[in-house]
């Protein structure tokens, strides 16, 4: 690999013919297509076929499976209508990835011959080999038995491929015995959970006529496009999905440039692609938009129901990725692929409510007499104050960590900003009344008659807090980019449940005591702001003033996964699970050892990968360089030109330097002997992690020493900037 390869990914990009997209199609002949939807069960299902079903989806009502093979014809029918030939029930394993079984309609029959058939029992519960999902060894190794059952609330739809097109429907994943595999079944049980808890707050407070209350998420998913040509020379970007070398461009972000500019068109036209796909499969695409970082990007929807906008999240990066491969790019997921520059999260816009009481976490124009907004939201701090670490916990990967507590992220201490409404929480502890003053939307007026005066909302936006009121929901901004948001809504709404159980024992025994609602409502809010108000913070989390602030409140700074996950095992998140119904003690265990160990992997695929690039890519290059110079010396001296060294003698150490770190680094990795594996992680963390970034400041330092014509990787120039 030399800068021949380099300069031939160049000449195919720049020589790359423009590709073009179909006409934009009106978005009502594009709009769930290729969904099996209310609307198109309502026209191929029997009136009462349709009628329980769709209570099952919005009311919650049990499934009744004696309609199951007549759904599971019309479904049938419908998709191979459209071309389908397979089925897959797709479920969503412990990996942040998608998994999916391919099963065709096709039963033999006695004469022979064959027919197309798909039965309420194939629809209702599959089989996939569970053998080698992680199980974080809730299971004996020798037990390979899985199913797999049908989400109703979830619709099916016909994934298309360039090889077909197959028949998808969303599942829960669980073992022989019960355990739960998957993401999407605790997700479900959280949503149960919260429902109860929120109805029986909502009747406390008055309320009679009650519909499902389900949590809802619009999660902003940002993204980077490499050229397939580079990303193809880089073994790193392939197989780790980050860049582990690369010298710092002479120009990054800090021009702020890239940021919401003109988007590129060979990226828009694949832009559109993808939208055209999402809408077909009725994921609401809102925004698009170039991000800040060159060459990076974001997507954002609409909000839907938690468990469909998880599913649709998935979707979402699967699109995003094969689109890429369509259009020549890779389409990188993880939370850091260049060092210097912004990473990528995925923020997650999180609120509750139901189609009678609407949005809970909506303050409206008067939020102080706003009783169901002010307890939801006070129900929310106490949450995040309990379970602050518990937060921490569900973002944890080995890529988020390169991304958390930077400059372009929010830090690892768990924080909740509120605005104005931190005034408002404030006066009414302070004063013991809903009738307080408190600052609130405003207007600017810009100057001109001919602008308009614009609305201000009552307070701006903190992108250094982790999690933020922002108008009408909570943006959770620590979420890596490449992760299932199945974990933190589990999370959010179990964590939520369980202070609105609290909230309702302590509004019945003010209530029992013949106080008027609004002031139990204002006892409630002394209560919990009371105890818990040491979570609320609106400066700057980048800070080193913050940091020191939240110590002395108490308050957990988990800089790393190490850290972090363990917090899955302590005695006060398993109460929380375990009195929620949403996850057992053991389930917790399961799901410690299976990110434990995704994460330990994760590092030592990078290790190896490091000395193996560090060794046979640029060593070599290294070796030339001098070589060439050594030989160009020697010769100009012998013809008595005098030539400075201290270049050659500069690459000579570099060289010798990066040598013996990569020694270092592999004496380090041969280290096997772990008691725990807590201590396991720790390692990787604070011992292997530093000693890849010793052997990456020294070829970094190479690639800006070594000949252009002699550096074998693409650089960071060639990547972020040629489209």
């Not at 029992?121 to 899985?146: C, H, M, Y």
């Not at 609401?284 to 990076?296: C, D, I, L, S």
């Given at each position: ?199 029986r707050v909502l009747k406390l407070l008055g309320n009679s006529d009650i519909a499902t209350v389900n949590s809802s998420c619009g999660a902003e998913q940002e993204y980077f496009l490499v050229d397939a040509h580079f990303a193809n020379s880089r073994p790193d970007l392939l ?485």
């Amino acid at each position: 690999m030399t800068y021949e390869s380099r300069a031939q990914a160049i000449k195919q990009i720049t020589e790359r013919e423009s590709m073009s997209v179909d006409s934009p199609s009106r978005l009502e002949e594009l709009w769930a297509v290729d969904v099996f939807s209310l609307s198109k069960m309502k026209q191929c299902l029997p009136k009462a076929v349709f009628k329980s079903l769709k209570q099952t989806i919005e009311a919650g009502k049990e499934l009744d499976v004696s309609i199951a093979d007549t759904v599971a014809s019309a479904m049938k029918n419908w998709a191979i209508s459209k071309g389908a030939l397979y089925y897959a029930h797709v479920f969503y394993p412990m990996t942040n990835a998608t998994a999916e079984k391919h099963d065709g309609f096709i039963s033999t029959q006695s004469d022979g011959t064959a027919i197309t058939e798909f039965a309420g029992k194939l629809l209702v519960q599959g089989e996939p080999d569970g053998s080698s999902f992680p199980n974080g060894g809730i299971r004996s190794t020798f037990r390979a038995r899985g199913y797999t059952a049908w989400d109703v609330t979830s619709p099916a739809y016909v994934m298309e491929t360039d090889n077909g097109l197959t028949l998808c429907i969303p599942t829960v994943f669980v073992s022989w015995s019960g355990e739960a595999l998957d993401k999407k079944t605790p997700l479900l049980r959280s949503i149960a959970a919260m429902n109860k808890s929120a109805n029986r707050v909502l009747k406390l407070l008055g309320n009679s006529d009650i519909a499902t209350v389900n949590s809802s998420c619009g999660a902003e998913q940002e993204y980077f496009l490499v050229d397939a040509h580079f990303a193809n020379s880089r073994p790193d970007l392939l197989l780790a999905g980050r860049t582990l070398f690369g010298k710092a461009p002479a120009k990054g972000q800090e021009f702020d440039d890239h940021y919401f500019g003109a988007i590129p068109e060979r990226v828009q036209v694949f832009m559109q692609e993808v939208e055209k796909k999402m809408y077909r499969l009725g994921i609401p695409a809102k925004t698009r938009h170039n991000e800040v970082a060159p060459g990076q990007f974001e997507i954002a929807p609409i909000f839907e129901a938690a468990n469909v906008a998880s599913d649709h999240q998935q979707l979402t990066m699967t699109v995003l990725r094969q689109t890429a491969k369509k259009h020549g790019f890779v389409c990188l997921l993880h939370e850091k692929p260049f060092a210097g520059i912004n990473g990528s999260g995925k923020h997650v816009n999180w609120s509750v409510g139901n189609p009678t009481q609407g949005n809970l976490l909506d303050p409206g124009e008067s939020p102080h007499t706003n009783l169901q907004f002010l307890v939801f939201c006070a129900a929310v701090i106490r949450g995040v104050h309990k379970h602050g670490t518990l937060l921490r916990a569900v973002i944890a990967s080995a890529g988020n960590d390169h991304r958390l507590g930077a400059n372009e992220a929010p830090p690892a201490i768990m924080s909740v900003y509120l605005g104005s409404l931190e005034e408002l929480f404030d006066n009414i502890v302070a004063e013991g009344t809903l009738n307080v003053q408190y600052s609130h939307r405003g207007e600017i007026n810009l100057g001109v008659d001919t602008l308009p005066t614009l609305t201000k909302d009552a307070d701006d936006r903190n992108r250094t807090c982790p999690f933020a009121f922002t108008g009408n929901r909570f943006e959770f901004r620590a979420v890596g980019s490449s992760q299932s948001v199945s974990g933190p809504l589990i999370a959010l709404n179990t964590m939520l449940a369980d202070s609105l159980t609290a909230i309702g024992d302590l509004l019945e025994s003010e209530l029992g005591k013949g106080v008027k609602i609004e002031d139990a409502v204002v006892s409630v809010i002394q209560e919990i702001i009371g105890k818990h108000r040491a979570v609320i913070f609106g400066g700057d989390g980048y800070s080193e003033e913050w940091h020191n602030i939240a110590k002395e409140r108490g308050l957990a700074n988990l800089p790393t996964t190490a850290d972090a996950l363990p917090v899955l095992k302590e005695q006060n998140t398993k109460e929380l699970f375990e009195r929620t119904g949403v996850l057992s003690s053991a389930d917790l265990d399961s799901r410690f050892e299976v990110y434990a160990e995704q994460y330990i992997l994760s590092i030592d695929m990078e290790v190896k990968l490091v000395t193996d690039m560090a060794k046979t890519v640029v060593y070599p290059a290294a070796m030339r360089h001098l070589e060439n110079i050594a030989t160009t010396v020697t010769g100009l001296e012998g013809m008595g030109i005098s030539l400075n060294r201290d270049h050659i003698n500069g690459v000579a150490y570099l060289t010798n330097s990066l040598t013996d770190n990569i020694d270092k680094l592999q004496s380090a990795a041969a280290k096997s002997d772990f008691g725990t594996i807590e201590e396991h992680m720790q390692y990787y963390a604070t011992t292997l992690c530093p000693l890849m970034k010793d052997v990456r400041a020294d070829v970094d330092a190479l690639e800006a020493e070594i000949a252009d014509d002699l550096w074998p990787l693409p650089t960071y120039q060639e990547m972020l900037f040629i489209k």
